[in-house]
T-cell receptor, first 116, second 111 residues
């Protein structure tokens, strides 16, 4: 597609359930990033991929969070046993490359997660 | 924030006035970027300034960078109601691949 696509756009789940959030980056972008944004707050870095590998997972809040990327394209962020504090907007971005020459990041519209 | 801070947190001005937002960061950078976020939407890239640049212009936007003070500013001239949004700076560090964002400045431009 023309831009970064995220799904679902909205997800309401019950505490303790697992959720999967999907990100389809811009074709040809090798770098992919996941951020979390709580209401009215800034962006909290979660993880980034260069190709299929994740050089930096330092932002994942707990071992309930995991992410993978296959074929250098689509990425899935999985949250197991969701808690109410996981409620936030999860933003995905992609760029031509990561590293010290990173240029513009292109963002999706986000997946709004509400844990009841 | 994880890396730096923007100030002010919120700014309210009248249409036609200039808006200035500041960003401070903590580690060495390769470049610094400014993004805009309309309510409920993703972020949109506005402008990138490299560590060896001191000032950059794009339309009504002017960005400055002072690496000795580890700070940057974004000036929006002749503001319009449509400029109402949150503005974030993002730092691209010399030793990391990730882009780290500040907490943002919420700008309200009153018609």
């Amino acid at each position: 597609g023309a831009g970064v696509s995220q799904s679902p756009s909205n997800k309401v789940t019950e505490k303790g359930k697992d959720v999967e959030l999907r990100c389809d980056p811009i074709s040809g972008h090798t770098a992919l990033y996941w951020y979390r944004q709580s209401l009215g707050q800034g962006l909290e870095f979660l993880i980034y991929f260069q190709g299929n590998s994740a050089p930096d997972k330092s932002g994942l809040p707990s071992d309930r969070f995991s992410a993978e990327r296959t074929g250098g394209s689509v990425s899935t962020l999985t949250i197991q046993r969701t808690q109410q504090e996981d409620s936030a907007v999860y933003l995905c971005a992609s760029s031509f490359r990561a590293g010290t020459n990173t240029g513009e990041l292109f963002f999706g519209e986000g997946s709004r997660l509400t844990v009841l | 924030s994880q890396q730096g801070e923007e100030d002010p947190q919120a700014l309210s001005i009248q249409e036609g006035e200039n808006a200035t937002m500041n960003c401070s960061y903590k580690t060495s950078i390769n470049n610094l970027q400014w993004y805009r976020q309309n309510s409920g939407r993703g972020l949109v890239h506005l402008i990138l300034i490299r560590s060896n640049e001191r000032e950059k212009h794009s339309g009504r936007l002017r960005v400055t960078l002072d690496t000795s003070k580890k700070s940057s500013s974004l000036l929006i001239t002749a503001s319009r109601a449509a400029d109402t949004a949150s503005y974030f700076c993002a730092q691209i560090n010399t030793n990391a691949g990730k882009s780290t964002f500040g907490d943002g400045t919420t700008l309200t431009v009153k018609p």
